[in-house]
């Protein structure tokens, strides 16, 4: 199952911001692709939902330091 979630990405200030998140989302168990875009602010992640959910997703970006707000 795949699925593809975009969100708002509040907090970055530089380049080096996207990627951290980036990859932090990467090691995530169920993330298959997540990819940030520091100009739009925003990030678009797929992931398998019986595995994550958008709400660990969340946490996982503002463990990182930053804000992430699913659009819907
Ligand atoms: Mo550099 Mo972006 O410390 O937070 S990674 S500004």
Redesign the pocket.
Known sequence: VKEKKEFNIT??????????IEKGLNKLEGVKKAAVNLALESATVEYNPSLISTQEIVKRVEKL?YKAISKE
């Open positions: 907090g970055m200030t530089c380049a080096a911001c996207a990627t951290r330091g």
